[in-house]
């Protein structure tokens, strides 16, 4: 079974300023990895994905993030936030294997820009 | 760009009612998933459906919940007789093939009173 850790429940930081969410999963197979993004009262939109090949995987709205699977980790990152990116943050892994795919969630990181 | 519509947006409920969620995927997808989410807390999986049955379900997909693809274009998830604890975002997504994400509707906020 997988599953997935986001410490940083809320993170706040000011518009232009870098920011990293923090992402730790477990699995004792291989995983495909996700970023959704959630803003307030909407569904849960795809920011980017690591599926294989580059452990650095760029997606939408400038945002990136790194696989490491020695640290079973996949952290999100933005050099610079403006309010728009208000949001929340999920991050999501599938097995590799014959199943489905069903997607196991963290429990979500706020992400607060002020200006 | 396709996306997954789902209806209603919200519905209100009394406990013991029968409720059922709509959901209709992008067309060429194959795989069909429900999430919930209760308010405050992370998303969880329901229930995975593929060539008209269900793949997998969780502990929470107990016998009150049911899903069915009647018509080739809608998917549903019902709940028999509705607890208060069934109160959350309802999720609906799909996706064309093993290799590739799911694609999330907006959700549809369901309230048991």
């Known amino acids: 079974a997988q599953s997935v850790t986001q410490l940083d429940s809320q993170v706040p930081v000011f518009e232009e300023a870098p920011v990293e969410l923090r992402c730790n999963y477990s699995s004792s197979v291989s995983v495909y990895l996700f970023w959704y993004v959630q803003y307030p009262n909407q569904g849960l939109q795809l920011l980017l994905k690591y599926l294989s090949g580059s452990t650095l995987v760029k997606g939408i709205n400038g945002f990136e993030a790194e696989f490491n699977k020695s640290q079973t980790s996949f952290h999100l990152r933005k050099p610079s936030v403006h309010i728009s990116d208000t949001a929340e943050y999920f991050c999501a892994v599938s097995d590799l294997g014959t199943g489905f795919q069903k997607l196991v969630f963290g429990t979500g990181t706020r992400l607060l820009v002020s200006p | 760009e396709p996306e997954v519509t789902q209806t209603p947006s919200h519905q209100v409920t009394q406990m013991g009612q029968e409720v059922i969620l709509r959901c209709v995927p992008i067309s060429n997808h194959l795989y069909f998933y429900w999430y919930r989410q209760i308010l405050g807390q992370k998303v969880e999986f329901l229930v995975s459906f593929y060539n008209n049955e269900i793949s997998e379900k969780s502990e929470i997909f107990d016998d009150q919940f049911s899903v069915e693809r009647p018509d080739g274009s809608n998917f549903t998830l019902k709940i028999r007789s509705t607890k208060l604890e069934d109160s959350a975002m309802y999720f609906c997504?799909?996706?064309?093939?093993?290799?590739?994400?799911?694609?999330f509707g907006p959700g549809t906020r369901l309230t048991v009173t």
């Open positions: 997504a799909s996706k064309v093939g093993l290799l590739y994400e799911q694609y």
